[in-house]
């Protein structure tokens, strides 16, 4: 069921809110074992908190915009009272102090959260195999990955566990998932949603976003969490406006293709699905025009440059003394070695030695600062671009869900599939992944970007293709 769905069954008193937690709570006990979206279920919390909603409604109470509506939270977005792991060891049993913004705002508007779901350990990684808490299968394949680092959130939308979702993006991690699971996902212009109370990982690009079964649900969601929070300092002080979806009509609608989206790196059939879906657009009377950016081409090298440095400072705090595992040591500093040794995951002690090189005296600015520097000009050249199209169109993933294991001990290759989603979050620009077909039932995203604060537009655009 979409959110439309469930409201209008609480609307006509078809259904109450325990009828449909109850509902989703056994869908998710029988068929989750075998797909491993959740870290946790919030079973009692989510049937007392549905009871609550019932009897206020019955009382005739106002209730939040999504009174009643189940949604799962990436494990790395702290709910108070319960453990957040990030899907890292070091943090299994750490139990979260505050609530996110995001948690704050779901819970104001009456919106019931369901459970913690899976994600590669810090957000690092583009398949979830690289939680500590095991792997997560695509249910739409289960023998294939459903892409990361949320992509237990992806698979509980796809798998029909909730009708929405939130992760966070910092390099692709809510569009490569969803593209990969056949859901929507949206990445907002970042500033638009608060990071307070989500776990840093490269605090620059990191925003949160809602992963939904059609872009109106993803918007509803939008509404209640983004907006401006004087705990981020860098959330935007304007709201993101973002009214009813219009699906206005799309003639003269200028879209821009970067010719170097359609390079060697694509898989050439998915490359064909996704422009018969642009030319959806065109035959509905908007424009393509080809676009020459070849600073793209070094967009995945400058993610891979300063996410680690970014990463390798956020992680710092995991130091055996404010948060998490504590591991037995004779001195501190064999504590603070033991305690990293054993709580981080592979992946991520890649990335911490990564970001640290990249930041050492001698290398600083060869690398990282030459990375930043890079990253302004892409900036430039995408803003420049903005000037000629309203839009930009491509693939969000170069191929399909691949198998398990495929990609995991060749990290380079698992790289190249944020190859076109590292784009936005160096950018700052808001982007959708929008389902636009398939190659033999694996599932096709459609990527949409547009320029700082164009969020209502983006979505409004993949409305459009929804309806037809
Ligand atoms: N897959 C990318 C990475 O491994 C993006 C992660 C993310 O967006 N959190 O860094």
């Not at 913004?101 to 810090?122: H, Q, W, Y």
């Not at 001698?362 to 309203?390: H, M, P, T």
Request: hydrophobic residues 40%; negative net charge.
């Amino acid at each position: 069921m979409t959110i439309k769905d469930i409201l209008k069954h609480y609307e006509e008193g078809s259904m109450t809110t325990r009828q449909v937690v109850d509902g989703y709570l056994e869908k998710i006990g029988n068929e989750d074992t075998d797909i491993g979206a959740f870290v946790e279920v919030f079973e009692a919390d989510a049937r007392l908190q549905a009871d609550e909603i019932d009897a206020r409604r019955e009382r005739g109470e106002d209730l939040g915009p999504l009174a009643g509506v189940p949604i799962a939270i990436k494990d790395n977005m702290l709910v108070m009272g319960k453990v957040a792991s990030g899907g890292s060891r070091i943090l299994e049993n750490y139990n979260a102090t505050y609530n996110s913004t995001v948690v704050e705002r779901l819970k104001s508007a009456d919106a019931i959260i369901i459970g913690r779901t899976n994600m590669d350990e810090f957000a690092s990684g583009s398949s979830t195999e690289t939680s500590h808490f095991g792997i997560t299968k695509n249910p739409i394949d289960k023998t294939r990955v459903p892409g990361g680092s949320s992509g237990g959130s992806a698979a509980a939308v796809a798998a029909g566990f909730v009708p929405v979702a939130l992760g966070s993006d910092t390099g692709g991690s809510i569009r490569q998932p969803a593209s990969l699971c056949g859901v929507v996902g949206f990445k907002p212009t970042y500033g638009a949603v608060s990071r307070f109370g989500l776990m840093a990982m490269a605090s620059s690009f990191d925003q949160i976003g809602p992963m939904a079964m059609n872009v109106d649900d993803a918007a509803a969601v939008l509404r209640v969490i983004g907006g401006h929070d004087p705990q981020d300092s860098t959330s935007h002080s304007e709201d993101v406006a973002l009214p009813e979806l219009a699906s206005d009509s799309v003639k003269g609608l200028k879209i821009g293709v970067p010719k170097q989206f359609f390079n060697e790196n694509i898989d050439p059939v998915l490359a064909s699905v996704v422009k018969e879906a642009i030319d959806k657009y065109v035959a509905a009377g908007a424009e393509i025009i080809e676009v020459d950016l070849p600073i793209l081409e070094s967009a995945l090298a400058m993610y891979y440059v300063i996410m680690p440095a970014e990463l390798s400072s956020n992680l710092n705090r995991y130091d055996a003394l404010q948060y998490g595992r504590v591991s037995a040591g004779e001195t501190i500093n064999a504590q603070v070695k033991a305690t990293r040794t054993e709580g981080f995951g592979n992946e991520i002690k890649r990335r911490v030695l990564l970001g640290t090189f990249v930041l050492s005296a001698g290398y600083v600015d060869a690398y990282y600062k030459k990375a930043v520097s890079a990253r302004q000009e892409l900036r430039e050249k995408i803003e420049e671009s903005f000037a000629d199209v309203d839009v930009l169109m491509g693939p969000t993933t170069p191929t399909v869900a691949w198998k398990l294991g495929e990609k995991f001990d060749d990290p380079l290759t698992m790289y190249l599939a944020d190859i076109y989603t590292v784009i936005a979050n160096l950018a700052g620009i808001p982007a959708l992944s929008i389902p636009c077909g398939d190659i033999e039932g694996l599932p096709v995203g459609l990527q949409l970007m547009g320029p700082a604060g164009s969020d209502a537009k983006l979505l409004d655009l993949g409305h459009w293709y929804e309806q037809l």
